[in-house]
């Protein structure tokens, strides 16, 4: 799910980026720095919409850093147990498949792939319905839904089951 | 528009889900008294013989505190089963709802005369709402349904593994660890060893450890409790089936109703001035408060005549003891182990004994009525008539007795609910079997204490 949230966040500045600029090099080095990460709490930061607030600096002792307090806007993503994604399936192996939803990566494991889809190994591992009109393969793109996700400080890992109603491929790379 | 098929569904549905709510907090203590379950299964049976009602009006009718009956209404009006409509209203406003349940041919008589002075007050009614109910109550079969098949074939569990080689224990979660990339295996992070999925292990070796063993317990268990589910719900969903095609009855919104029904007594009655409801209500009186059970005016009828009368009782036994009994009844017999069958046979006498009373009443409150006049003349074939009657009910009660035994055979486990309450409300009336005759009194006695009751 995303959210649109205000965090805050000390930045460190080198003496050399004061001046003029230093609030857009302040906030090309938020981005920088935050863009793409994950935190346990909020979730993935997709992209920062604004900045609040920019505190008074401070100068650290010793090392001529200033630190500035930033308050910004931004968008993160945070998956939840029961969420329903779409995701591109980027691995197949006999244990199940791998698929990623923008930042997140997601197991679905054998046993929560329906019954009668059977895993095909080969130069393009898959799993596929006794008909063939069905197929996963990489690059396929599912439906899936969460069923359980570990979060630690920096990382968030899902695993997912396409075993209900409604789930499942939903695009097939091979008939394109 | 057949509103009987839809009743049943309430009632079922009632007995189903909502037999042993308690609208209570849960800090309150729960003694004896303040435990309230079953009340929510009254109040649904109540409505589902009324169509718009007063709230009021209708604690009134049960004997409960509106508080109390207002905390069940909300409840279900939670539970999407009840539409509920609150409005400021004068004398004037609540005698067009007066009108318009007198209308609706119940013979209600909610306003009392000292209600009419109050100035401005905001009423709240309550209507069931079939359409909704249908599917509410097909929703939460489907939930019901689903959550245990869900559970049962694993669907939201995390898939374990385990390596063969040093024990280590993995779950799906890890699985990004695990992953190698010469082959299409998990691997052991420790000694490199081909993990097994758990369930496949459990599949290919049965091996007893404690946690598989716990698991095999649980989905026993889960299929158990949906096997039980089918057998249990079942009245009930076969209740569903036959309401599918059935167009749901329909009462529409608060004022909708009431302008319909009035538009329709005034139709009735070939009257032009709109609002004389004070007549109509004023004239059923105040003996008229409903009692949904007794009002059985068949028998009030025939009681005037002498000869009549023993042809009466007689067909009226008739149809007591081939009535069929409702599902909610027939299941609380069945499937029992041997030492409570005899307990069950009781039981059935008991229904039978129960109704009983319900036309005793009757025919007490009538000779009260007609006490004086007729009590001279009527006395002997009164008489003759009650002894009849115990002859028949003696016959009668053998022939429940046999059914009971059949109902047995059908297999249920669902035994304990009633039990209790009808054991002992009965204990008094089952003398009337036993003693036959000379019990006359006694029996009698306890109607009457009944009658002033409720
Ligand atoms: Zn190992």
Redesign the interface.
């Known amino acids: 799910m995303f959210f649109h949230i205000v965090l805050e966040r000390n930045m460190q500045l080198h003496p050399r980026h004061f001046g003029r600029n230093l609030r857009e090099n302040l906030v090309a080095k938020l981005m920088k720095d935050v863009e793409g990460t994950c935190s346990g709490q909020h979730g993935f930061v997709v992209a920062i919409t604004g900045i609040e607030n920019i505190g008074k600096g401070l100068i650290r002792d010793g090392t001529g850093f200033v630190s500035f307090p930033v308050k910004y806007q931004c968008v993160v993503f945070r998956p939840f147990k029961g969420e329903i994604l779409e995701a591109v399936v980027t691995?197949v192996?006999?244990?199940?498949f791998?698929a990623e939803a923008g930042p997140v990566?997601i197991?679905v494991?054998?046993?929560?792939i329906p019954d009668d889809m059977e895993f095909q190994?080969g130069d393009m591992?898959n799993y596929t319905t006794s008909d063939g009109s069905v197929k996963i393969q990489k690059d396929s793109e599912v439906r899936l839904k969460i069923?359980?996700t570990?979060v630690d400080a920096t990382e968030i890992?899902c695993?997912g089951?396409i075993?209900?109603d409604f789930l499942g491929v939903i695009n097939d790379p091979a008939s394109v | 528009m057949s509103i009987e098929p839809f009743n049943r569904l309430v009632k079922l549905a009632a007995r189903a889900f909502y037999d042993d709510i308690t609208t209570k907090g849960d800090n309150q203590p729960k003694t004896g008294r303040s435990d309230n379950r079953g009340i929510a299964v009254v109040v649904l049976d109540a409505l589902s013989r009324r169509q718009w009602v007063r709230e009021e009006d209708l604690a009134k009718d049960l004997k409960l505190h509106s508080k109390q009956l207002r905390r069940t209404l909300r409840f279900f009006e939670e539970e999407k089963l009840v539409t509920r409509d609150h409005r400021k209203e004068t004398a004037k406003g609540a005698k067009i709802f007066s009108a318009a349940v007198a209308a609706t041919a119940d013979g209600q008589q909610p306003t009392k005369e000292g209600e009419e002075k109050i100035k401005l007050h905001t009423h709240s009614y309550c209507c069931l709402d079939y359409a909704q109910i249908y599917d509410v109550v097909r929703y939460r079969l489907h939930r019901m349904k689903k959550k245990l098949k869900d559970e049962l074939e694993d669907k939201n569990t995390v898939q374990e593994y385990v390596c063969p080689n040093c024990g280590k224990r993995y779950n799906a979660l890890d699985a990004l660890q695990l992953i190698s990339l010469e082959d299409e295996y998990f691997h052991c992070e420790s000694c490199n060893g081909e993990l097994v999925a758990e369930s496949d292990k459990l599949a290919s070796q049965e091996v007893g450890d404690g946690d598989s063993n716990a698991r095999r317990l649980r989905r026993e268990k889960l299929k158990d409790m949906l096997q039980n589910m089918e057998v249990q719900l079942k009245p009930l969903m076969e209740q569903i089936n036959r309401v599918k095609d059935l167009p749901a009855p329909e009462f529409g919104t608060l004022q909708a109703w009431e302008a319909r029904a009035n538009a329709q007594r005034r139709a009735e009655n070939g009257e032009s001035s709109a609002t004389d409801p004070s007549k109509s209500s004023h004239g059923l009186g105040y003996g008229g408060t409903p009692m949904p059970f007794l009002g059985d005016t068949k028998v009030e009828v025939d009681f005037s005549g002498v000869e009549g009368k023993g042809n009466d009782i007689k067909s009226e036994a008739d149809t007591t003891s081939l009535k069929v009994l409702p599902p909610w009844m027939i299941k609380q017999g069945m499937n029992l182990t041997k030492e409570q069958r005899g307990e069950v046979k009781q039981e059935a006498k008991m229904d039978d004994t129960l109704a009983a009373p319900e036309y005793s009443d009757d025919k007490k409150a009538n000779t009260e009525d007609n006490e004086k006049t007729l009590q001279d003349e009527y006395f002997k074939a009164y008489y003759a008539a009650l002894i009849q009657r115990q002859q028949e009910e003696a016959e009668k009660s053998r022939q429940v007795g046999m059914k009971s035994k059949r109902d047995e055979n059908e297999g249920d486990d669902n035994v304990n609910w009633e039990e209790a309450p009808v054991a002992g409300d009965a204990n008094g009336n089952f003398k009337v079997n036993d003693l036959n005759v000379e019990a006359d009194a006694t029996a009698e006695d306890e109607d009457d204490i009944d009658w002033e009751e409720g």
Do not use: A, E, V
């Open positions: 691995m192996n006999k244990m199940g791998f990566q197991f494991s054998n046993h929560l190994s591992p069923i359980g570990r890992f695993i089951t075993k209900d």
